[in-house]
């Protein structure tokens, strides 16, 4: 079993939807949960950060951890088309452990 | 630009050929990192540096040679590498490694032919 699982899509919706992007995971000491957005030729960037538990609501986007069942999810609210780009996730344990990245969810929102 | 500068962007190279990739970041992070990405796989950490110590190599062939003069420059220095070694190679950096939020350069779009 793969240590972070992740669907690769690719994910149409049309704008205006909301969107639903998930990852399950394997390793119950992961701590820190991130969201990263890849445009394309572009390195990923940071968009959400979650630790432990919980839910995190930053704008358009809410992230949220349930690590009873090693899952986490990314919701996209109003999607616009600047938002179609892959979105990757990530974990961490703590202390210096480099982070563990999904494969990545290919998001196409439909103008 | 993010803050973190990779180049080349794009790289083409036989498999008996000597080449480095660069990296260099001038957000004052004290650790960087190289990751390869591969089509329809997780990204792979490949080394971590900590002020300018290697802290990481995860079983990385040794065809890939990795240097940190200082902490705002990072190498890859690649040599005989195989088909199978073309990816996107991106560079990365944080605070410490302690941190979560990494800033990522572009990539260098690696072809091994």
């Known amino acids: 079993q793969k240590e972070v699982e992740q669907d690769p899509g690719p994910l149409s919706v049309p704008e205006g939807a909301i969107v639903s992007l998930n990852c399950t995971y394997s390793?119950?000491?992961?701590?820190?949960f991130m969201w990263y957005r890849q445009y394309s030729r572009k390195g990923p960037e940071l968009l959400m950060y979650?630790?432990?538990?919980g839910n995190k609501e930053d704008g358009r986007f809410t992230a949220q951890v349930d690590k009873s069942s090693k899952y986490i999810s990314l919701f996209i609210r109003d999607s616009q088309p600047s938002d179609s780009a892959t979105y990757l996730c990530?974990?961490?344990?703590?202390?210096?452990?480099?982070?563990?990245f999904g494969k990545g969810t290919h998001l196409i929102i439909q103008p | 630009e993010t803050g973190v500068t990779q180049t080349p962007r794009h790289l083409v190279m036989g498999m008996t050929n000597k080449k480095s990739l660069k990296c260099e970041q001038h957000?004052?992070?004290?650790?960087m990192y190289w990751y390869k990405q591969s089509a329809k796989k997780p990204l792979e950490l490949m080394f971590v540096?900590?002020?300018?110590?290697?802290?990481e190599n995860n079983s990385v062939p040794s065809r890939f040679s990795p240097e940190c003069p200082n902490s705002s420059h990072l190498f890859l220095h690649l040599h005989t590498l195989q088909p199978e070694d073309s990816a996107l190679y991106l560079c990365?950096?944080?605070?410490?490694?302690?941190?979560?939020?990494?800033?990522f350069g572009s990539g260098t779009r690696l072809t091994v032919v």
């Open positions: 390793n119950s000491a992961f701590q820190y």
């Open positions: 957000l004052g992070h004290n650790a």
């Open positions: 540096y900590s002020l300018e110590e290697r802290v």
């Open positions: 990365a950096s944080s605070q410490g490694t302690g941190e979560y939020g990494y800033t």
């Open positions: 990530a974990m961490k344990r703590g202390g210096a452990d480099g982070l563990t």
């Open positions: 979650t630790y432990s538990s």
